[in-house]
């Protein structure tokens, strides 16, 4: 139980930054038509940041549900790489809690506080500190979406610091977790990837461009590995 708290008082910095994140979600939704319990059961269901904006575009201009899915499915392919990479510093058996239940609550944020402090952790506390982990970004985010679809409208009616928080603080984030990670990576990895996703930008959705740089770093860390 002392693992799953320790996990939950370390998911406090990606809440503080899904919380503005979240609350935004929670008033688009309602200007997309939805209702403040759709718009947080939304969250509770998908739990996939970006991809829950897209959609909510994509619903409300009557786009079908299957283009609807296939579409996230796509934004959110990466995680097939985030899964397996979890997995092998959680331990080398088969994990105690249920798999579906680990994967559920895996974003970019929690991915990448995983990576920089699963090594830092005792083996056998990982799994209990990594679900606590989860648990935490998983509250704030259906937390902020149900406190943006009650009072989003009357808050950004009156104040502009919700458009600008939310437009710096997640990219800030992430971007602080890289550099946690970049500590404790070879800096050709981190090159080949950064360069492969930089130049496919230009000719394909960001999404595919993070994707096709995975795997352009994953195949420089095996080569690597090898040699």
Known sequence: MQQIVKGLTDSLSIGAAYLP???SFGLAALEAGFSPAAAVLLSALVFAGASQFVMLALMATGTGMMAVVVTVLLMNVRHLFYGPALLA??????????TPLLAFGLTDEVFATASGKLGQIPLADREGWYVGLQVGAYSIWVLGTAL??????????????????????LPALFLALLLE?????????????????????????????LLLGMVAG???GYRRGVS
């Open 21 to 23: 994140i979240a609350f």
């Open 89 to 98: 510093k959680l331990g080398s058996g088969r994990p105690s809690w249920p």
């Open 148 to 169: 943006g679809a009650m009072f989003g409208r009357q808050l950004s009616a009156q104040s502009a610091f919700w458009s600008d928080a939310m437009s710096f603080v």
């Open 181 to 209: 990670i970049a500590a404790q990576t070879r800096w050709l990895v981190l090159l080949g990837a950064a360069l492969t996703t930089t130049a496919a930008l230009p000719f394909m959705p960001a999404y595919l461009a």
């Open 218 to 220: 994953a195949a420089l």
